[in-house]
Protein backbone atom coordinates (compact mmCIF):
# COMPACT_ATOMS: atom_id res chain seq x y z
CA UNK A 1 0.00 0.00 0.00
CA UNK A 2 1.72 3.58 -0.74
CA UNK A 3 -0.87 5.42 0.87
CA UNK A 4 -3.58 5.31 3.54
CA UNK A 5 -5.85 7.96 5.11
CA UNK A 6 -7.37 6.76 8.62
CA UNK A 7 -10.69 8.31 9.67
CA UNK A 8 -9.19 11.98 7.49
CA UNK A 9 -11.39 14.91 8.61
CA UNK A 10 -11.38 18.22 7.95
CA UNK A 11 -13.83 21.00 9.47
CA UNK A 12 -14.58 24.44 7.99
CA UNK A 13 -16.36 26.23 11.44
CA UNK A 14 -19.70 24.40 11.30
CA UNK A 15 -19.04 22.38 7.80
CA UNK A 16 -17.41 19.16 7.56
CA UNK A 17 -16.11 19.14 4.08
CA UNK A 18 -14.57 15.64 4.46
CA UNK A 19 -15.72 13.40 7.04
CA UNK A 20 -13.87 10.20 8.37
CA UNK A 21 -12.29 9.21 4.91
CA UNK A 22 -10.15 6.26 5.31
CA UNK A 23 -9.04 5.33 2.13
CA UNK A 24 -6.24 2.93 0.70
CA UNK A 25 -4.52 4.24 -2.17
CA UNK A 26 -2.15 1.06 -3.89
CA UNK A 27 1.07 1.37 -5.82
CA UNK A 28 0.46 1.46 -9.82
CA UNK A 29 -3.24 1.90 -9.31
CA UNK A 30 -4.92 4.55 -10.83
CA UNK A 31 -7.41 5.68 -8.72
CA UNK A 32 -10.38 8.20 -8.97
CA UNK A 33 -12.13 9.65 -6.54
CA UNK A 34 -15.97 11.08 -7.72
CA UNK A 35 -18.91 12.29 -6.35
CA UNK A 36 -21.03 15.63 -6.79
CA UNK A 37 -20.20 19.18 -6.85
CA UNK A 38 -18.76 20.11 -3.03
CA UNK A 39 -18.46 16.42 -2.12
CA UNK A 40 -14.96 17.26 -0.87
CA UNK A 41 -12.88 15.30 -3.22
CA UNK A 42 -10.60 18.66 -3.86
CA UNK A 43 -10.06 18.89 -0.06
CA UNK A 44 -9.33 15.32 0.46
CA UNK A 45 -6.44 16.16 -2.23
CA UNK A 46 -5.66 19.18 -0.17
CA UNK A 47 -5.43 17.15 3.26
CA UNK A 48 -3.02 14.27 1.37
CA UNK A 49 -0.91 17.24 0.12
CA UNK A 50 -0.78 19.51 2.88
CA UNK A 51 -2.56 22.48 1.15
CA UNK A 52 -4.80 22.09 4.84
CA UNK A 53 -4.11 20.51 7.68
CA UNK A 54 -6.63 17.77 8.87
CA UNK A 55 -8.55 18.60 11.68
CA UNK A 56 -8.45 15.01 12.92
CA UNK A 57 -7.20 11.88 11.15
CA UNK A 58 -4.03 10.44 9.75
CA UNK A 59 -2.51 10.23 6.56
CA UNK A 60 0.50 7.89 6.12
CA UNK A 61 2.84 7.55 3.21
CA UNK A 62 4.99 4.14 2.82
CA UNK A 63 3.69 3.08 6.29
CA UNK A 64 4.86 6.30 7.40
CA UNK A 65 2.56 9.39 9.50
CA UNK A 66 2.48 12.39 7.01
CA UNK A 67 -0.14 14.11 8.68
CA UNK A 68 1.49 17.18 10.33
CA UNK A 69 4.62 17.30 7.52
CA UNK A 70 4.27 20.47 5.46
CA UNK A 71 3.46 20.40 1.82
CA UNK A 72 7.12 21.04 -0.08
CA UNK A 73 7.92 17.98 2.65
CA UNK A 74 5.77 15.61 1.30
CA UNK A 75 6.49 16.77 -1.79
CA UNK A 76 10.06 15.63 -1.77
CA UNK A 77 8.83 12.00 -0.12
CA UNK A 78 7.20 11.41 -3.68
CA UNK A 79 3.23 13.32 -3.84
CA UNK A 80 3.44 15.83 -6.42
CA UNK A 81 -0.29 17.41 -7.46
CA UNK A 82 -1.46 19.17 -9.90
CA UNK A 83 -4.44 21.88 -9.19
CA UNK A 84 -8.43 22.25 -10.67
CA UNK A 85 -7.29 25.94 -11.45
CA UNK A 86 -4.22 24.74 -13.57
CA UNK A 87 -1.17 26.27 -11.79
CA UNK A 88 2.12 27.12 -14.11
CA UNK A 89 4.38 29.85 -14.06
CA UNK A 90 2.98 32.27 -16.75
CA UNK A 91 6.48 34.15 -17.34
CA UNK A 92 8.74 31.03 -17.41
CA UNK A 93 8.92 29.21 -20.35
CA UNK A 94 7.68 25.80 -21.23
CA UNK A 95 11.13 24.26 -20.60
CA UNK A 96 12.03 26.32 -17.61
CA UNK A 97 8.97 25.42 -15.95
CA UNK A 98 9.75 21.65 -16.21
CA UNK A 99 13.32 22.65 -15.63
CA UNK A 100 12.24 24.38 -12.18
CA UNK A 101 10.40 20.99 -10.62
CA UNK A 102 13.86 19.05 -11.80
CA UNK A 103 15.76 21.79 -10.01
CA UNK A 104 13.71 21.35 -6.65
CA UNK A 105 13.52 17.76 -6.66
CA UNK A 106 16.70 16.71 -7.35
CA UNK A 107 18.47 19.35 -4.51
CA UNK A 108 20.05 21.57 -6.46
CA UNK A 109 18.37 24.93 -5.72
CA UNK A 110 21.32 25.57 -3.34
CA UNK A 111 23.71 25.93 -6.04
CA UNK A 112 24.43 29.75 -6.05
CA UNK A 113 27.02 29.74 -9.15
CA UNK A 114 26.54 27.69 -11.59
CA UNK A 115 24.07 28.41 -14.28
CA UNK A 116 20.60 27.08 -14.10
CA UNK A 117 20.38 25.89 -18.05
CA UNK A 118 23.30 23.33 -17.64
CA UNK A 119 21.26 20.89 -15.60
CA UNK A 120 19.16 18.45 -17.16
CA UNK A 121 18.66 18.99 -20.26
CA UNK A 122 18.09 15.27 -21.53
CA UNK A 123 15.42 14.86 -18.94
CA UNK A 124 13.49 17.94 -19.41
CA UNK A 125 13.61 16.80 -23.32
CA UNK A 126 12.28 13.58 -22.25
CA UNK A 127 9.44 14.88 -19.97
CA UNK A 128 8.52 17.60 -22.86
CA UNK A 129 8.63 15.09 -25.81
CA UNK A 130 6.09 13.02 -23.12
CA UNK A 131 3.59 15.30 -22.93
CA UNK A 132 4.22 16.41 -26.76
CA UNK A 133 5.20 20.20 -25.59
CA UNK A 134 8.72 19.73 -27.34
CA UNK A 135 7.76 21.95 -30.02
CA UNK A 136 6.93 24.42 -27.58
CA UNK A 137 9.61 24.40 -25.22
CA UNK A 138 10.56 27.91 -25.91
CA UNK A 139 6.74 29.42 -25.61
CA UNK A 140 5.54 31.36 -22.79
CA UNK A 141 3.71 29.57 -20.02
CA UNK A 142 0.66 32.15 -20.25
CA UNK A 143 0.60 32.17 -24.39
CA UNK A 144 0.23 28.45 -24.55
CA UNK A 145 -3.60 26.76 -25.37
CA UNK A 146 -5.79 26.17 -22.14
CA UNK A 147 -5.59 22.25 -23.00
CA UNK A 148 -1.23 22.58 -22.95
CA UNK A 149 -1.64 24.59 -20.12
CA UNK A 150 -3.18 21.50 -18.30
CA UNK A 151 -0.27 19.76 -19.91
CA UNK A 152 2.31 21.88 -18.83
CA UNK A 153 1.31 21.66 -14.82
CA UNK A 154 1.57 17.69 -15.47
CA UNK A 155 5.01 18.02 -17.55
CA UNK A 156 5.97 20.04 -14.05
CA UNK A 157 4.77 17.39 -11.88
CA UNK A 158 6.44 15.00 -13.33
CA UNK A 159 9.99 16.77 -13.17
CA UNK A 160 9.40 15.69 -9.50
CA UNK A 161 9.55 12.34 -10.05
CA UNK A 162 6.90 11.44 -8.17
CA UNK A 163 5.35 7.97 -6.85
CA UNK A 164 2.17 9.31 -6.21
CA UNK A 165 0.80 12.01 -8.40
CA UNK A 166 -2.44 13.53 -7.49
CA UNK A 167 -4.38 15.32 -10.45
CA UNK A 168 -7.32 17.34 -9.49
CA UNK A 169 -9.64 17.21 -12.77
CA UNK A 170 -6.66 16.61 -15.52
CA UNK A 171 -9.37 16.89 -18.61
CA UNK A 172 -11.84 20.15 -16.99
CA UNK A 173 -12.38 22.46 -20.00
CA UNK A 174 -10.41 20.28 -22.49
CA UNK A 175 -12.11 19.29 -25.97
CA UNK A 176 -13.11 15.80 -26.77
CA UNK A 177 -9.69 15.05 -28.77
CA UNK A 178 -7.59 16.75 -26.08
CA UNK A 179 -9.46 14.71 -23.18
CA UNK A 180 -8.73 11.33 -25.00
CA UNK A 181 -4.88 12.55 -25.66
CA UNK A 182 -4.60 13.24 -21.97
CA UNK A 183 -6.11 10.54 -20.84
CA UNK A 184 -4.57 8.25 -22.90
CA UNK A 185 -1.04 9.83 -21.08
CA UNK A 186 -1.94 9.55 -18.26
CA UNK A 187 -2.13 5.58 -18.73
CA UNK A 188 0.69 5.85 -19.87
CA UNK A 189 2.81 7.62 -17.59
CA UNK A 190 1.16 5.13 -15.12
CA UNK A 191 2.39 2.13 -17.03
CA UNK A 192 5.53 3.09 -18.01
CA UNK A 193 6.54 5.13 -15.28
CA UNK A 194 4.98 3.10 -12.76
CA UNK A 195 3.44 6.33 -10.85
CA UNK A 196 0.27 5.68 -8.83
CA UNK A 197 -2.27 8.15 -10.38
CA UNK A 198 -5.07 9.11 -7.54
CA UNK A 199 -7.59 11.81 -9.84
CA UNK A 200 -10.42 13.37 -9.84
CA UNK A 201 -12.86 13.65 -12.63
CA UNK A 202 -16.48 14.83 -13.34
CA UNK A 203 -16.60 12.95 -16.84
CA UNK A 204 -17.94 9.61 -16.19
CA UNK A 205 -16.82 8.32 -19.68
CA UNK A 206 -13.38 9.46 -18.78
CA UNK A 207 -13.43 7.72 -15.22
CA UNK A 208 -15.01 4.49 -16.35
CA UNK A 209 -12.61 4.04 -19.10
CA UNK A 210 -9.35 4.48 -17.38
CA UNK A 211 -9.59 4.08 -13.68
CA UNK A 212 -8.53 0.30 -11.49
CA UNK A 213 -10.40 1.29 -9.01
CA UNK A 214 -12.87 4.29 -8.12
CA UNK A 215 -14.10 5.55 -4.55
CA UNK A 216 -17.33 7.67 -4.35
CA UNK A 217 -17.24 10.91 -1.99
CA UNK A 218 -21.01 12.34 -0.98
CA UNK A 219 -21.18 15.43 0.92
CA UNK A 220 -17.66 14.71 2.71
CA UNK A 221 -18.12 10.53 3.19
CA UNK A 222 -17.22 7.92 1.45
CA UNK A 223 -19.88 5.87 0.67
CA UNK A 224 -18.26 3.45 -2.26
CA UNK A 225 -15.05 2.26 -2.99
CA UNK A 226 -14.01 -0.44 -5.69
CA UNK A 227 -13.21 -1.89 -8.92
CA UNK A 228 -15.36 0.31 -11.75
CA UNK A 229 -17.56 -2.25 -12.29
CA UNK A 230 -18.73 -2.59 -8.31
CA UNK A 231 -19.33 1.11 -7.96
CA UNK A 232 -21.65 1.28 -11.39
CA UNK A 233 -23.38 -1.85 -9.69
CA UNK A 234 -23.59 -0.02 -6.10
CA UNK A 235 -27.47 1.65 -5.37
CA UNK A 236 -26.33 4.04 -3.00
CA UNK A 237 -23.71 5.58 -5.88
CA UNK A 238 -26.73 5.39 -8.53
CA UNK A 239 -29.05 7.33 -6.08
CA UNK A 240 -26.89 10.29 -5.09
CA UNK A 241 -24.36 10.71 -8.02
CA UNK A 242 -25.51 8.48 -11.37
CA UNK A 243 -28.68 9.94 -11.25
CA UNK A 244 -29.93 5.63 -11.38
CA UNK A 245 -28.73 6.60 -15.32
CA UNK A 246 -25.69 4.40 -15.44
CA UNK B 1 10.25 20.72 -34.21
CA UNK B 2 12.67 22.32 -31.97
CA UNK B 3 16.38 21.18 -31.73
CA UNK B 4 17.26 19.55 -28.33
CA UNK B 5 20.94 21.55 -28.77
CA UNK B 6 18.67 24.97 -28.76
CA UNK B 7 19.22 26.52 -24.91
CA UNK B 8 15.41 26.99 -24.13
CA UNK B 9 15.89 29.25 -20.67
CA UNK B 10 15.87 32.55 -20.81
CA UNK B 11 18.59 34.23 -20.27
CA UNK B 12 18.75 37.16 -22.40
CA UNK B 13 20.99 39.85 -20.45
CA UNK B 14 24.67 39.14 -21.98
CA UNK B 15 24.10 37.21 -24.70
CA UNK B 16 26.22 39.44 -26.75
CA UNK B 17 28.90 40.66 -24.70
CA UNK B 18 30.35 43.47 -26.81
CA UNK B 19 28.43 46.04 -25.26
CA UNK B 20 29.76 45.08 -21.68
CA UNK B 21 33.17 44.88 -22.38
CA UNK B 22 32.62 48.51 -24.07
CA UNK B 23 30.66 49.52 -20.73
CA UNK B 24 33.80 48.28 -19.29
CA UNK B 25 36.11 50.15 -21.06
CA UNK B 26 34.52 53.22 -21.18
CA UNK B 27 34.40 53.27 -17.10
CA UNK B 28 38.00 52.16 -16.72
CA UNK B 29 38.66 55.46 -18.92
CA UNK B 30 36.29 57.50 -17.33
CA UNK B 31 38.77 58.84 -14.43
CA UNK B 32 40.96 60.23 -17.99
CA UNK B 33 38.67 62.09 -19.33
CA UNK B 34 36.14 63.03 -17.08
CA UNK B 35 36.30 66.60 -14.40
CA UNK B 36 36.37 65.72 -10.80
CA UNK B 37 33.08 66.61 -10.35
CA UNK B 38 31.55 64.48 -12.65
CA UNK B 39 33.69 61.50 -11.64
CA UNK B 40 32.20 62.05 -8.22
CA UNK B 41 29.05 61.63 -9.20
CA UNK B 42 29.84 58.95 -10.90
CA UNK B 43 31.15 56.93 -7.77
CA UNK B 44 27.84 57.91 -6.43
CA UNK B 45 26.22 56.74 -9.10
CA UNK B 46 28.06 53.06 -8.99
CA UNK B 47 27.70 52.60 -5.25
CA UNK B 48 23.87 53.38 -5.62
CA UNK B 49 23.66 50.90 -8.19
CA UNK B 50 25.35 48.47 -6.10
CA UNK B 51 22.61 49.08 -3.73
CA UNK B 52 19.51 48.93 -6.45
CA UNK B 53 21.16 45.90 -7.65
CA UNK B 54 20.68 44.39 -3.84
CA UNK B 55 17.26 45.72 -3.55
CA UNK B 56 16.16 44.49 -6.38
CA UNK B 57 17.45 40.44 -5.86
CA UNK B 58 14.21 40.91 -3.62
CA UNK B 59 11.98 42.93 -5.38
CA UNK B 60 12.54 41.77 -9.16
CA UNK B 61 13.46 37.99 -8.64
CA UNK B 62 11.82 37.50 -5.53
CA UNK B 63 8.99 39.34 -5.80
CA UNK B 64 8.85 40.69 -2.58
CA UNK B 65 8.83 44.75 -1.92
CA UNK B 66 11.67 45.48 0.86
CA UNK B 67 11.17 49.28 1.91
CA UNK B 68 14.14 49.14 4.81
CA UNK B 69 16.69 48.54 2.18
CA UNK B 70 18.40 51.70 3.43
CA UNK B 71 18.98 50.39 7.17
CA UNK B 72 21.66 47.92 5.87
CA UNK B 73 23.17 50.29 3.46
CA UNK B 74 23.27 52.71 6.50
CA UNK B 75 24.66 49.94 8.88
CA UNK B 76 27.47 49.11 6.22
CA UNK B 77 28.46 52.63 6.47
CA UNK B 78 28.29 52.87 10.39
CA UNK B 79 30.01 49.47 10.91
CA UNK B 80 33.01 51.00 9.06
CA UNK B 81 32.99 54.84 10.26
CA UNK B 82 33.48 53.20 14.06
CA UNK B 83 35.86 50.70 12.92
CA UNK B 84 38.08 52.83 11.07
CA UNK B 85 37.68 56.32 13.65
CA UNK B 86 37.35 54.53 16.67
CA UNK B 87 39.17 51.71 16.39
CA UNK B 88 41.35 52.56 13.76
CA UNK B 89 40.77 49.50 12.60
CA UNK B 90 42.06 47.85 8.83
CA UNK B 91 40.67 49.29 6.41
CA UNK B 92 39.82 46.11 3.98
CA UNK B 93 38.32 44.18 6.91
CA UNK B 94 35.73 46.77 7.93
CA UNK B 95 34.63 46.84 4.26
CA UNK B 96 34.35 43.32 4.97
CA UNK B 97 32.80 43.62 8.48
CA UNK B 98 30.28 46.30 7.18
CA UNK B 99 29.14 43.66 4.77
CA UNK B 100 28.55 40.87 7.55
CA UNK B 101 27.06 42.83 9.87
CA UNK B 102 24.65 44.00 7.51
CA UNK B 103 23.56 40.42 6.90
CA UNK B 104 23.62 39.46 10.01
CA UNK B 105 21.12 41.85 10.94
CA UNK B 106 19.25 40.71 7.57
CA UNK B 107 19.17 37.64 8.97
CA UNK B 108 17.37 38.74 12.17
CA UNK B 109 14.95 41.09 10.46
CA UNK B 110 13.97 38.83 7.46
CA UNK B 111 13.58 35.87 9.95
CA UNK B 112 9.97 37.65 10.69
CA UNK B 113 10.16 39.23 7.63
CA UNK B 114 9.73 36.42 4.99
CA UNK B 115 6.43 34.98 6.62
CA UNK B 116 4.83 37.56 5.06
CA UNK B 117 3.71 38.66 1.59
CA UNK B 118 3.09 41.96 -0.32
CA UNK B 119 2.69 44.59 1.07
CA UNK B 120 2.67 43.44 4.47
CA UNK B 121 6.56 42.70 3.51
CA UNK B 122 6.86 45.47 2.88
CA UNK B 123 5.42 47.52 5.48
CA UNK B 124 7.34 45.18 8.01
CA UNK B 125 10.28 45.79 6.53
CA UNK B 126 9.66 49.71 6.63
CA UNK B 127 9.10 49.34 10.27
CA UNK B 128 12.10 47.31 11.21
CA UNK B 129 14.50 50.19 9.10
CA UNK B 130 12.79 52.42 11.23
CA UNK B 131 13.81 51.28 13.97
CA UNK B 132 17.18 50.11 13.48
CA UNK B 133 17.41 54.28 11.97
CA UNK B 134 15.88 55.65 15.10
CA UNK B 135 18.47 53.18 17.73
CA UNK B 136 21.11 55.48 15.91
CA UNK B 137 19.38 58.45 15.38
CA UNK B 138 18.93 58.07 19.67
CA UNK B 139 21.97 56.36 20.74
CA UNK B 140 24.48 59.29 21.19
CA UNK B 141 27.00 58.48 22.75
CA UNK B 142 28.12 55.74 20.55
CA UNK B 143 27.06 56.70 16.98
CA UNK B 144 27.55 60.27 17.52
CA UNK B 145 23.58 60.39 17.24
CA UNK B 146 22.27 63.64 14.48
CA UNK B 147 25.67 64.58 14.17
CA UNK B 148 26.92 61.01 12.41
CA UNK B 149 30.52 60.36 12.65
CA UNK B 150 33.05 62.63 10.35
CA UNK B 151 36.54 62.02 9.66
CA UNK B 152 36.32 58.38 8.30
CA UNK B 153 39.42 58.63 5.60
CA UNK B 154 40.39 55.69 3.08
CA UNK B 155 44.12 54.87 3.06
CA UNK B 156 46.53 57.05 2.21
CA UNK B 157 46.86 55.03 -1.13
CA UNK B 158 42.91 55.63 -1.78
CA UNK B 159 42.91 59.15 -0.90
CA UNK B 160 42.78 60.75 -4.68
CA UNK B 161 39.50 60.47 -6.10
CA UNK B 162 40.68 58.71 -9.11
CA UNK B 163 42.37 55.75 -7.16
CA UNK B 164 38.95 55.56 -4.73
CA UNK B 165 37.00 55.58 -7.95
CA UNK B 166 38.76 52.37 -9.51
CA UNK B 167 38.26 51.01 -5.31
CA UNK B 168 34.51 51.49 -6.15
CA UNK B 169 33.91 50.25 -9.67
CA UNK B 170 36.01 47.17 -8.81
CA UNK B 171 33.79 46.34 -5.61
CA UNK B 172 30.59 47.24 -7.70
CA UNK B 173 31.74 45.10 -10.81
CA UNK B 174 32.64 42.15 -8.98
CA UNK B 175 29.45 42.36 -6.97
CA UNK B 176 27.52 42.84 -9.78
CA UNK B 177 28.98 39.79 -11.33
CA UNK B 178 28.01 37.42 -8.54
CA UNK B 179 24.71 39.05 -7.98
CA UNK B 180 24.30 38.35 -11.65
CA UNK B 181 25.48 34.07 -11.52
CA UNK B 182 23.50 34.13 -8.16
CA UNK B 183 20.05 35.35 -10.49
CA UNK B 184 20.79 32.79 -13.19
CA UNK B 185 21.47 29.94 -10.79
CA UNK B 186 19.60 27.46 -9.63
CA UNK B 187 19.10 29.09 -6.46
CA UNK B 188 18.28 32.30 -8.85
CA UNK B 189 15.26 30.30 -10.55
CA UNK B 190 14.21 29.57 -7.30
CA UNK B 191 13.39 32.84 -6.59
CA UNK B 192 11.75 33.63 -10.00
CA UNK B 193 9.62 30.66 -9.17
CA UNK B 194 8.30 32.02 -6.19
CA UNK B 195 7.80 35.51 -7.83
CA UNK B 196 5.96 34.05 -10.37
CA UNK B 197 3.74 30.79 -8.20
CA UNK B 198 4.96 30.79 -5.13
CA UNK B 199 2.01 27.62 -4.35
CA UNK B 200 3.21 25.82 -7.55
CA UNK B 201 6.89 26.53 -6.26
CA UNK B 202 5.95 24.99 -2.88
CA UNK B 203 4.18 22.22 -4.23
CA UNK B 204 7.56 21.13 -5.83
CA UNK B 205 9.36 20.68 -2.75
CA UNK B 206 10.44 24.27 -2.35
CA UNK B 207 10.52 25.62 1.40
CA UNK B 208 9.56 29.36 0.20
CA UNK B 209 10.67 31.00 4.15
CA UNK B 210 13.73 29.28 3.53
CA UNK B 211 14.98 30.12 0.35
CA UNK B 212 13.69 33.81 0.97
CA UNK B 213 15.59 34.36 3.82
CA UNK B 214 18.54 33.44 2.16
CA UNK B 215 17.80 36.02 -0.62
CA UNK B 216 17.28 38.04 1.98
CA UNK B 217 20.85 38.05 3.74
CA UNK B 218 22.77 38.05 0.49
CA UNK B 219 20.75 41.24 -0.53
CA UNK B 220 21.47 42.99 2.96
CA UNK B 221 25.30 42.29 3.18
CA UNK B 222 25.72 43.67 -0.75
CA UNK B 223 23.46 46.83 0.60
CA UNK B 224 25.72 47.16 3.80
CA UNK B 225 28.35 46.65 1.07
CA UNK B 226 27.75 49.39 -0.89
CA UNK B 227 27.62 51.96 2.40
CA UNK B 228 30.65 50.52 3.82
CA UNK B 229 32.46 51.20 0.17
CA UNK B 230 30.31 54.96 -0.18
CA UNK B 231 31.36 56.08 3.30
CA UNK B 232 35.00 56.64 3.62
CA UNK B 233 35.01 58.12 0.06
CA UNK B 234 32.60 60.75 1.89
CA UNK B 235 34.48 60.57 4.70
CA UNK B 236 31.51 60.41 7.12
CA UNK B 237 27.94 59.13 7.57
CA UNK B 238 24.72 60.27 9.36
CA UNK B 239 21.53 59.06 10.21
CA UNK B 240 19.76 59.64 7.22
CA UNK B 241 21.55 57.40 5.30
CA UNK B 242 19.02 55.03 6.88
CA UNK B 243 15.49 56.95 6.53
CA UNK B 244 12.75 55.40 4.93
CA UNK B 245 13.30 58.19 2.05
CA UNK B 246 16.83 56.52 1.03
CA UNK B 247 15.25 53.06 0.88
CA UNK B 248 12.77 54.43 -1.72
CA UNK B 249 15.71 55.08 -3.81
CA UNK B 250 16.33 51.99 -5.26
CA UNK B 251 12.34 51.43 -5.17
CA UNK B 252 12.81 54.30 -7.78
CA UNK B 253 15.49 53.43 -9.92
CA UNK B 254 13.65 49.49 -10.48
CA UNK B 255 11.28 50.82 -11.79
CA UNK B 256 12.31 53.49 -13.98
CA UNK B 257 15.11 51.28 -15.41
CA UNK B 258 12.80 48.26 -15.46
CA UNK B 259 13.19 45.23 -11.91
CA UNK B 260 12.89 42.41 -14.51
CA UNK B 261 15.85 43.12 -16.21
CA UNK B 262 19.56 42.61 -14.26
CA UNK B 263 20.60 46.18 -15.02
CA UNK B 264 17.50 47.75 -14.83
CA UNK B 265 17.74 49.69 -11.57
CA UNK B 266 21.52 50.44 -12.86
CA UNK B 267 20.00 52.23 -15.52
CA UNK B 268 17.74 53.71 -13.10
CA UNK B 269 20.11 55.01 -10.62
CA UNK B 270 22.21 56.62 -13.12
CA UNK B 271 19.61 58.39 -14.57
CA UNK B 272 18.90 59.56 -11.05
CA UNK B 273 22.59 60.45 -9.91
CA UNK B 274 23.16 62.03 -13.02
CA UNK B 275 19.69 63.85 -13.41
CA UNK B 276 19.73 65.16 -9.51
CA UNK B 277 23.47 66.55 -9.77
CA UNK B 278 22.60 68.43 -12.88
CA UNK B 279 18.84 70.01 -11.88
CA UNK B 280 20.35 70.79 -8.37
CA UNK B 281 22.30 73.66 -10.54
CA UNK B 282 19.26 75.38 -10.78
CA UNK B 283 16.48 74.26 -8.88
CA UNK B 284 15.50 72.96 -5.68
CA UNK B 285 12.39 70.94 -6.75
CA UNK B 286 14.24 68.06 -7.77
CA UNK B 287 11.61 65.91 -6.03
CA UNK B 288 9.02 67.41 -8.11
CA UNK B 289 10.99 66.53 -11.18
CA UNK B 290 11.45 63.18 -9.98
CA UNK B 291 7.92 62.65 -9.57
CA UNK B 292 7.49 63.36 -13.11
CA UNK B 293 9.78 61.19 -14.67
CA UNK B 294 8.33 58.30 -12.50
CA UNK B 295 5.24 59.31 -13.64
CA UNK B 296 5.53 59.42 -16.85
CA UNK B 297 7.55 55.67 -16.90
CA UNK B 298 4.72 53.74 -15.18
CA UNK B 299 2.11 55.13 -17.60
CA UNK B 300 4.26 55.07 -20.99
CA UNK B 301 6.65 52.46 -20.36
CA UNK B 302 5.24 50.18 -17.38
CA UNK B 303 7.85 47.69 -17.53
CA UNK B 304 10.94 50.25 -17.13
CA UNK B 305 13.06 51.86 -19.71
CA UNK B 306 15.26 48.49 -20.94
CA UNK B 307 12.09 46.50 -20.69
CA UNK B 308 10.71 48.67 -23.38
CA UNK B 309 13.90 48.48 -24.77
CA UNK B 310 13.46 44.23 -25.06
CA UNK B 311 10.33 44.17 -26.28
CA UNK B 312 11.06 46.37 -29.07
CA UNK B 313 14.16 44.86 -29.80
CA UNK B 314 12.31 41.67 -30.30
CA UNK B 315 9.44 43.22 -32.06
CA UNK B 316 11.83 44.14 -34.63
CA UNK B 317 13.99 40.64 -34.96
CA UNK B 318 10.58 38.98 -35.57
CA UNK B 319 9.68 41.56 -38.31
CA UNK B 320 13.05 40.82 -39.91
CA UNK B 321 13.00 37.46 -39.45
CA UNK B 322 9.51 37.28 -41.13
CA UNK B 323 10.90 39.51 -43.88
CA UNK B 324 13.15 37.07 -44.70
CA UNK B 325 10.72 34.62 -44.99
CA UNK B 326 12.11 32.19 -41.69
CA UNK B 327 8.56 32.23 -39.81
Redesign the interface.
Known amino acids: MLLQTQSITKEFGKLRAVNQVSLDIHKGDIHAIIGPNGAGKSTYFNLITGYHPATFGKVLFKDKEITHLPAYTRCTLGITRSFQITSIYPKFTVYESVLMALLSHRKVTLKFFSSANKFFKEKVWNILEDVELANQANTLGDSISHGDKKRLELAITLGTEPELLLLDEPTCGMSPEETESTMALIQKLSTERGITILFTEHDMSVVFGIAKRISVLHQGTLIADGSPQAVRASEEVQKVYLGGTA | ??Q?S??????STIKRSWWLILLIIAFLIAPLVMSKFYLTILCEALVMSLFALSFNLLFGYMGQLSFGQAAFYGLGGYVVAMLITKLQFNFWLSLAAGAGMAGLVGLIVGYFCVRLRGIYFAVLTLAFGQLIFVIIFKWHKFTGGDDGIQGVFPPEYLRSIEAYYYLIFFVCAISAF?LW??V???????L??MR??P??????????AR?QL?AFVIAAAFAGLAGAVWVPFYRSVAPSYLTWIKSGEPVMAAILGGPNIFFGPVLGMFIMTFVHSYILGFTHFWPVIMGTIILIIIFVLPGGILEFAKVKITERREKAKIAKGQT
Do not use: D
Open positions: MMREVAVNNIRINSPFGQAKAENERTEFLGIHIYI
